[in-house]
C-alpha cells in the first residue's frame, strides 16, 4: 500500500530546479573534501591526522541523526535546507579568511569538517523526504537513479576538478567555489515552496507534542515495521563488512595486485563509471514493479563483484577493474529503489525521523568496522574482507528473496502507519 499523492503538473519544473541547484551544492562539497584532504596530505603526510579527518566527518550523521530526524519533521524542510547550505558557506568563508591571513591549522580544518558534517546531517535526510512530496510515486525510482549517477559523477568530477584548481590557482580559490555552490543551492529554495507533510493532532491521552515524544514515535514506528527492521539491519551489517574492503583497496592493490598508482586510479575511476552507468540504467528503466527484489538482484551481483575483487590475483588486474565497475553499477541498483520504497510508503510525517534514523544507524558501523580490519588484515590478507563482504552480499540478496518481511516491505508497513503516533496514509493527498 502507497501513499496517495496529487501534484501540480509543472511538478518536473519545480523539483528539478531544487534538485539542480542542490547537485551544485554538492559538486561543492566533493570538491572541498578533495581540497582539505590534500592539504591535511601535504601538511602532515600522517595517517593518524587522515584518519581523524574522516572520523570527523562521520560523527555528526552518528550523533545528529535520531535528534535530526524529528527536528526535521517538526520545522520547515525548507528553511533547514537553506539554514544547512548557509551555514556550509559561513564555515568555508572562515576557513578563507583563515587561510589569507596564513593562520590555518588542522583544528580549523578540524572545525570546518565537522561544521558542515552536521549541517549535511539536517540537509541529506530533509531533501530526501521534500523528494517524496514533489515527485509521484511511480517515478521515485527513477530519481533515485538520476542521484546515484550524481554521487558517481561526483566521485569522478569533483577530485579532478579540485586537482585543477590547485594546480592553477591558490587554495582559497578552490574553496571558494564551494561557497558559490552553496549559493546556487539556497537561490532557488527563496522562490519554490517546498511542501511540508500534515502533522497529526495527538491523542488526548498522548498530551502536548514534545522532541522526546517525537523520538519515541518515530523510533515505534520503524520497530512496528518488520520490513524495514531487515534493511537497517541488513544495511548495518553490510557497512560493516564491505566498507573496511574499499578502505584498503591500495593496500590489496599494491600487495596482491602488484599494481601501481594508475591501477588504484583506474580501478576507483571504474567504480565510479559504474555508479554512473547504473544510476542511468535505474533512471530510464525504473526497475522491478516490485522495487525491493531490484535491490535484492543487485545485491547479489554487488556481492559477486565484491568477491571478484578478493578473488583476482596479479595475473588478471583487469578482471578486478571491471569487478569495480560491476560493484559501482550494482551499489546504484541497489541504493536507488531501496530509497524510492521509503519514499513512496513512509507517513510523509515520519519521513525525516525514519530516513535520519537509517543513515545513522548505517553510518555508525563504518567507524567499529574500521577498528577491527586493520588487525584482521594484517593477519589474514586485505582480501579476506572482500571475501567476507561479498558472501555477505550475496547471500543476504538471496535470502531477501525468500524473507517475507523483505518481499513485502511495501506492504507490511501498515501496522506502522496504524500506529496511533504516525500520520494516516491519506495525509499526503491533503497537502
Given at each position: 500500500?502507497?501513499?496517495?499523492?496529487?501534484?501540480?503538473?509543472?511538478?518536473?519544473?519545480?523539483?528539478?530546479?531544487?534538485?539542480?541547484?542542490?547537485?551544485?551544492?554538492?559538486?561543492?562539497?566533493?570538491?572541498?573534501?578533495?581540497?582539505?584532504?590534500?592539504?591535511?596530505?601535504?601538511?602532515?603526510?600522517?595517517?593518524?591526522?587522515?584518519?581523524?579527518?574522516?572520523?570527523?566527518?562521520?560523527?555528526?550523521?552518528?550523533?545528529?541523526?535520531?535528534?535530526?530526524?524529528?527536528?526535521?519533521?517538526?520545522?520547515?524542510?525548507?528553511?533547514?535546507?537553506?539554514?544547512?547550505?548557509?551555514?556550509?558557506?559561513?564555515?568555508?568563508?572562515?576557513?578563507?579568511?583563515?587561510?589569507?591571513?596564513?593562520?590555518?591549522?588542522?583544528?580549523?580544518v578540524?572545525?570546518?569538517?565537522?561544521?558542515?558534517?552536521?549541517?549535511?546531517?539536517?540537509?541529506?535526510?530533509?531533501?530526501?523526504?521534500?523528494?517524496?512530496?514533489?515527485?509521484?510515486?511511480?517515478?521515485?525510482?527513477?530519481?533515485?537513479?538520476?542521484?546515484?549517477?550524481?554521487?558517481?559523477?561526483?566521485?569522478?568530477?569533483?577530485?579532478?576538478?579540485?586537482?585543477?584548481?590547485?594546480?592553477?590557482?591558490?587554495?582559497?580559490?578552490?574553496?571558494?567555489?564551494?561557497?558559490?555552490?552553496?549559493?546556487?543551492?539556497?537561490?532557488?529554495?527563496?522562490?519554490?515552496?517546498?511542501?511540508?507533510?500534515?502533522?497529526?493532532?495527538?491523542?488526548?491521552?498522548?498530551?502536548?507534542?514534545?522532541?522526546?515524544?517525537?523520538?519515541?514515535?518515530?523510533?515505534?514506528?520503524?520497530?512496528?515495521?518488520?520490513?524495514?527492521?531487515?534493511?537497517?539491519?541488513m544495511?548495518?551489517?553490510?557497512?560493516?563488512?564491505?566498507?573496511?574492503?574499499?578502505?584498503?583497496?591500495?593496500?590489496?592493490?599494491?600487495?596482491?595486485?602488484?599494481?601501481?598508482?594508475?591501477?588504484?586510479?583506474?580501478m576507483?575511476?571504474?567504480?565510479?563509471?559504474?555508479?554512473?552507468?547504473?544510476?542511468?540504467?535505474?533512471?530510464?528503466?525504473?526497475?522491478?514493479?516490485?522495487?525491493?527484489?531490484?535491490?535484492?538482484?543487485?545485491?547479489?551481483?554487488?556481492?559477486?563483484?565484491?568477491?571478484?575483487?578478493?578473488?583476482?590475483?596479479?595475473?588478471?588486474?583487469?578482471l578486478?577493474?571491471?569487478?569495480?565497475?560491476?560493484?559501482?553499477?550494482?551499489?546504484?541498483?541497489?541504493?536507488?529503489?531501496?530509497?524510492?520504497?521509503?519514499?513512496?510508503?513512509?507517513?510523509p510525517?515520519?519521513?525525516?525521523?525514519?530516513l535520519?534514523l537509517?543513515?545513522?544507524?548505517?553510518?555508525?558501523?563504518?567507524?567499529?568496522?574500521?577498528?577491527?580490519?586493520?588487525?584482521?588484515?594484517?593477519a589474514l590478507?586485505?582480501?579476506?574482507?572482500?571475501?567476507?563482504?561479498?558472501?555477505?552480499?550475496?547471500?543476504?540478496?538471496?535470502?531477501?528473496?525468500?524473507?517475507?518481511?523483505?518481499?513485502?516491505?511495501?506492504?507490511?508497513?501498515?501496522?506502522?502507519?496504524?500506529?496511533?503516533?504516525?500520520a494516516?496514509?491519506?495525509?499526503?493527498?491533503?497537502?
Amino acid at each position: 500500500m502507497e501513499l496517495k499523492q496529487e501534484l501540480p503538473t509543472n511538478w518536473k519544473t519545480r523539483f528539478f530546479t531544487v534538485w539542480i541547484g542542490q547537485a551544485f551544492s554538492l559538486f561543492g562539497s566533493g570538491l572541498v573534501q578533495f581540497v582539505l584532504v590534500w592539504w591535511l596530505t601535504i601538511e602532515t603526510g600522517s595517517a593518524t591526522v587522515l584518519a581523524g579527518a574522516t572520523l570527523v566527518a562521520m560523527l555528526p550523521m552518528i550523533l545528529l541523526g535520531p535528534i535530526a530526524g524529528p527536528l526535521i519533521d517538526r520545522w520547515n524542510r525548507r528553511a533547514i535546507m537553506i539554514v544547512a547550505d548557509g551555514i556550509i558557506a559561513l564555515a568555508t568563508l572562515w576557513l578563507i579568511a583563515m587561510f589569507s591571513i596564513g593562520a590555518a591549522q588542522v583544528w580549523h580544518v578540524y572545525a570546518v569538517l565537522l561544521i558542515r558534517a552536521a549541517a549535511g546531517a539536517f540537509h541529506m535526510p530533509s531533501m530526501e523526504a521534500s523528494t517524496t512530496l514533489m515527485v509521484p510515486k511511480e517515478h521515485l525510482s527513477r530519481v533515485g537513479g538520476l542521484n546515484q549517477t550524481l554521487q558517481g559523477l561526483i566521485s569522478i568530477v569533483s577530485p579532478a576538478l579540485g586537482a585543477l584548481l590547485l594546480g592553477l590557482f591558490e587554495l582559497r580559490a578552490a574553496l571558494a567555489v564551494d561557497v558559490i555552490t552553496a549559493l546556487v543551492a539556497i537561490l532557488p529554495l527563496f522562490f519554490i515552496a517546498i511542501p511540508q507533510p500534515p502533522r497529526r493532532e495527538p491523542h488526548a491521552a498522548e498530551g502536548k507534542p514534545s522532541f522526546a515524544g517525537d523520538m519515541r514515535a518515530g523510533l515505534r514506528y520503524v520497530w512496528s515495521w518488520p520490513g524495514l527492521r531487515a534493511v537497517i539491519f541488513m544495511a548495518m551489517l553490510l557497512n560493516f563488512l564491505v566498507n573496511p574492503a574499499f578502505s584498503l583497496l591500495p593496500l590489496l592493490v599494491k600487495n596482491r595486485l602488484a599494481g601501481d598508482a594508475g591501477v588504484l586510479a583506474g580501478m576507483e575511476s571504474l567504480f565510479g563509471v559504474g555508479v554512473i552507468v547504473g544510476g542511468l540504467l535505474l533512471s530510464v528503466w525504473g526497475g522491478f514493479k516490485r522495487r525491493v527484489l531490484t535491490s535484492m538482484t543487485a545485491l547479489i551481483g554487488m556481492g559477486i563483484g565484491v568477491s571478484a575483487i578478493g578473488l583476482t590475483s596479479s595475473s588478471a588486474i583487469w578482471l578486478a577493474i571491471a569487478a569495480m565497475f560491476l560493484v559501482g553499477a550494482m551499489q546504484s541498483m541497489v541504493n536507488g529503489p531501496l530509497f524510492a520504497v521509503l519514499q513512496a510508503v513512509v507517513a510523509p510525517d515520519m519521513q525525516g525521523r525514519v530516513l535520519a534514523l537509517l543513515m545513522s544507524a548505517a553510518t555508525a558501523m563504518s567507524p567499529l568496522s574500521l577498528l577491527v580490519a586493520g588487525p584482521i588484515a594484517d593477519a589474514l590478507g586485505v582480501q579476506v574482507w572482500y571475501l567476507a563482504g561479498g558472501l555477505a552480499c550475496g547471500l543476504m540478496g538471496l535470502a531477501g528473496f525468500f524473507i517475507p518481511a523483505i518481499v513485502h516491505i511495501e506492504d507490511n508497513h501498515t501496522e506502522a502507519c496504524a500506529s496511533p503516533a504516525a500520520a494516516t496514509p491519506s495525509a499526503l493527498a491533503e497537502s
